[in-house]
């Protein structure tokens, strides 16, 4: 059987649970409930990925600033700006551009336009050689873009460069069920099927504590066991 090439995502005991980490040029759907770190993940995964295996990583935001994400990674003693600044670490701000203030003085950014989004997309995967991506958050990314029709479009196209390209991307979205999510076909799983990782909170006594279910992952044996997650001053960690 051929071997897959393995991401290590970063997280603490996660790597073992999944053959040593996402298989390379896959994309992973990571959805949750507000607050259960995702986003968190998403930072630890690019960090780490560019600190300790040089991959440079691209952090695309369409919920949080830039700089709030920032403010994130430095309570985990995470130097983004310095990766950053060598070219390792890369922020495609969506947040920014969608305050669509009437005066051109007040924002830099001209409205989200998908197309420029995904040339920018690509430009800084090829330039930068980029191998991690996030997307921060997938339903944020889409319900910027007022017709569906063109989301999914954006979409399909997004996620077929990546796999051209081979970067290996996480999409995080919130936990979602058919009748509150606006593209409800979009995060059905049709075509983000490499793997799914889903965080939640479960109440345990008196107290909720954080879990993580790998319920997806293609070419992986999984157990399908929920796991207890753990935000530490080093981020996440998974207990095994
Ligand atoms: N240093 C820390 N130690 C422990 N927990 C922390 C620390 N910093 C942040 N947290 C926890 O992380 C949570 C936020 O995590 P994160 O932003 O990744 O959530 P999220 O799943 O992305 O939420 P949302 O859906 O709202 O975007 C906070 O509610 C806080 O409890
Ligand atoms: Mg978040």
Known sequence: MAKIARVPTGIPNLDGLIDGGFPRGSVILLTGDPGVGKTIFGLQYLYV????????????????????????????????????????????????????????????????????????????????????????????????????????????????????????????????????NAYPHLLSGEFLSSGLIRMYFEREGEKLVRKMLIQKMRYTPLNLRPYTVEITSHGLVVIV
Do not use: C
């Not at 990766?83 to 890369?90: A, P, V």
């Not at 997309?121 to 569906?148: E, F, W, Y």
């Open 49 to 180: 990925g560019a600190l300790e295996y040089g991959e440079p990583g691209l952090y695309l935001t369409a919920e949080e600033f830039p700089e709030e994400l920032k403010l994130t990674a430095q309570q985990f003693n995470w130097d983004v700006m310095s990766l950053e600044e060598s070219g390792k670490f890369y922020f495609l701000d969506l947040a920014s551009g969608r305050i669509r203030l009437p005066s051109k003085a007040l924002t830099s950014k001209a409205p989200f336009d998908p197309d420029t989004v995904l040339v920018e997309l690509l430009d800084a995967v090829r330039k930068m050689g980029i191998q991690r991506v996030v997307v921060d958050s997938l339903p944020g990314v889409l319900l910027t873009i007022d017709d569906a029709r063109v989301a999914r479009r954006f979409l399909h196209r997004m996620i077929s460069a990546m796999k051209i390209l081979r970067t290996t991307t996480l999409l995080i979205s919130e936990s979602y069920d058919g009748a509150t």
